[in-house]
Nanobody
Framework: QVQLVESGGGSVQAGGSLRLSCAAS????????MAWFRQAPGGEREGVAS????????EYADSVKGRFTISRDNAKNTLFLQMNSLKPEDTAMYYC???????????????????WGQGTQVTVSS
């Protein structure tokens, strides 16, 4: 079965950096788009970044452009999110997600994804 396991979250001061990882298994990893979403307490889930199957095209939420970078290592079935210049408003649970179809393009719309990890907490203090 499909399994996505996030790691790398933690607490950091504003302006700091974190690198999140997502280990994928149970499917042909390189055949699907992947994405990161986040959800603050009491907030709605929002798309952060996505990447195509070949790690050649990306899409980002306006709020993280220029600060976050999504990438994937298809040889290791791993997805990454490099987060720089972190802000308190980045505080949230971060989730790794897989596209519902292999016919996919980078998207940060949650309706395009049907498998989700358990989440990893990111806390940014001012």
């Amino acid at each position: 079965q499909v399994q996505l396991v996030e790691s790398g979250g933690g607490s950091v001061q504003a302006g700091g950096s974190l690198r999140l990882s997502c280990a994928a298994s149970g499917y042909n990893y390189r055949s699907y788009c992947m994405a990161w979403f986040r959800q603050a307490p009491g907030g709605e889930r929002e798309g952060v970044a996505s990447v195509n199957r070949g790690d050649t095209t990306r899409e980002y939420a306006d709020s993280v452009k220029g600060r976050f970078t999504i990438s994937r290592d298809n040889a290791k079935n791993t997805l990454f999110l490099q987060m720089n210049s972190l802000k308190p408003e980045d505080t949230a649970m971060y989730y790794c997600a897989r596209s519902a179809s292999s016919w996919c393009f980078p998207s940060i719309h949650d309706s395009d994804y049907n498998y989700w990890g358990q989440g990893t907490q990111v806390t940014v203090s001012s």
